[in-house]
């Protein structure tokens, strides 16, 4: 095995960032919330179509886990640009509930509709009433730690409780 | 934590390559760079779409997400520090995180990324981690297992201008010295043992 290397890189960004002009930090985040908060309606419409299609998955119950979790993801990148905290953390739970059930190659729509059905309720919600919705997000996250994993070598009678 | 409202920065000239294979998460996020005053940005739907660009094209920083069909963000780094054109090897590069997928954990610790943002995050974060990139001081390390920046921490503490997240974080500018330096007798004093009276 080689030795490694140390050494110094110099950074294009480093040089532009002082150059004169600009703005400050306060006035740059003040900009991007505006932006943001236009991108706002249509990027909370995206989510409710992923939605959709993840209800209908729940339905048809045919679609494997891989379909649940890029759904989930699809969620979480848009929501999680808005900082929308309770929607990611929906979002999340059901991201890692589809990750362990694939891994494990298993279903469990079951779980898979009460997750979709808080999100939707969460995306219905608005932001001044949800702080009641945050009891509903910690039920979703106990039903996904509930799923364990089972190691490759684990000895026989070690089943998960599903 | 976040940076300090009146620190000024320029990001006009700056290009920034932005990658994510969600065209709404795309567009929101080309939108809060718009916000920060970034003009020229290059938005990429696949990282091999990414590839092709950094051929041709100047970048001075990559936004990329890390959960993407075929190539993903974290193979996409790898190729950045081993394989792409040399003049863009140790481009600062921030991924954005949604969820840690089990088979991605390794990858993830080391595919030399200067910061991963994890999401939900606001928009003050993602400017507060584009300054530090910018003013990263950490070197670089090419090994046969890992390139990309010295992960070995010093306690350099946060730049000029930015709050730590410790109470006790200290920048390393400690800037010009206030008070007549102390002669070799007053050290000595400070360093001599004392007998404690009990």
Known sequence: MSDAEVFKVKNRLAQHVVEPGGMTAGMANTRAARELAAQQGKSYEAIGETLETL??????????MDSVYDLSTSVL???????????????????????????????DWASIKVHVDGMRLIWNTEESGREALS???DGLWALTERLQIVEPDAPEGEQPAA | MSLHPDVRMNLAR????????????????????RGFGVHRQVKCRSAAEAQSILSHREIDLIICDTA????????????????????????????????????????SRDCGANFIVSKPF????????????????????????????????????????????????????????KDPNMDQDEIDMLLKPQRAAL
Request: charged share 30%; hydrophobic share 40%; aromatic share 8%.
């Open chain 2, 14 to 33: 700056s290009t920034v390559l932005l990658i994510d294979d969600n065209e709404q998460a795309l567009e929101v996020l080309s939108s809060i760079f």
């Open chain 1, 77 to 107: 990148d848009i929501a999680g640009l808005f900082d929308d905290k309770l929607l990611c953390r929906a979002a999340y739970s059901l991201c890692e509930l589809a990750d362990k059930l694939r891994t494990q190659d298993r279903e």
């Open chain 1, 135 to 137: 009891a509903m997000v």
């Open chain 2, 122 to 177: 606001t928009p003050e974060v993602l400017l507060q981690r584009i300054y530090w990139v910018a003013k990263d001081e950490r070197a670089m390390v090419r090994s046969d297992s890992y390139v990309g920046p010295d992960r070995r921490f010093r306690n350099m503490g946060p730049p000029l201008g930015v709050k730590g997240r410790r109470k006790d974080d200290l920048s390393a500018h400690i800037g010009a010295a």
């Open chain 1, 55 to 64: 209800e209908w998955l729940c339905q048809d119950k045919s679609a494997p």
């Open chain 2, 68 to 107: 993407m069909p075929d190539m993903d963000g974290y193979d996409f780094v790898r190729w950045l520090r081993r394989d792409a054109p040399a003049e863009a090897n140790f481009l600062p590069i921030i991924m954005l995180t949604g969820h840690a997928a089990r088979s991605t954990v390794e990858s």
